[in-house]
Structure formats: C-alpha cells, structure tokens
C-alpha cells in the first residue's frame, strides 16, 4: 500500500496542542499510522457521507480523501461534539459562500 500524506488544518493542530501529553502522543501517533492506511476508521454517513472519522480514544478526528497521495484532517474534536460542531462549521461555510461578496 503507499504511503499517503497527512495534511492538518490549523483547528486540528491547535486541538492536538492543547491537549494533555498523553492524549497528544496518541493523537500524533494516531495520525502518522493514517499516513499507511492503519487506524480506526470508519466512513461517516448521512449529511456528512463524504468523510470519515478516525477513532483516538474520546476523540474523533474528521478526514478528508482528496485524491491518492493526500488525507486531509479537517477537524477534531471530542466523541460527544465533533459531529455536531463539524456539521454546524460546514454550514456556515456553505452559507458565507452563497452570501454575496
């Protein structure tokens, strides 16, 4: 299998820095096998069927495929609010693109 890279969002660095150094060294840990395709991951379904998540313990971190050579991890956060802060983010977003510049 070939060895992807892994792209960070600044939200996803600033997260994996605030955490303790334990959780830290499993998140980086985490991320650095995803580069040769091991972790827990699994793809998302429903609105955001277009990404998947990495498991690391109580934290979830949201990736992205873009093409063969790069995974993008977009954001992370806990288990109990990733999915709902990610999908409120992704609004926005969507929303201050149609607004008129």
Do not use: H, W
């Not at 609105?47 to 993008?72: E, H, N, T, W």
């Not at 954001?75 to 992704?90: C, D, K, S, W």
């Amino acid at each position: 299998m070939n060895a992807r890279r892994v792209r960070l969002t600044a939200q996803v660095v600033e997260f994996v820095r605030k955490q303790a150094p334990e959780p830290r060294r499993r998140i980086r840990t985490a991320l650095a096998e995803l580069a040769s395709g091991r972790g827990d991951v699994k793809q998302l379904e429903g609105p955001l069927q277009a990404y998947c998540r990495l498991r690391v313990g109580p934290f979830r971190m949201i990736l992205s495929y873009d093409d063969a050579k790069f995974v993008d991890c977009i954001f992370a956060e806990r288990r109990g609010i990733v999915y709902e802060v990610f999908a409120e983010t992704m609004i926005e977003r969507l929303r201050s693109k149609d607004r008129p510049s």
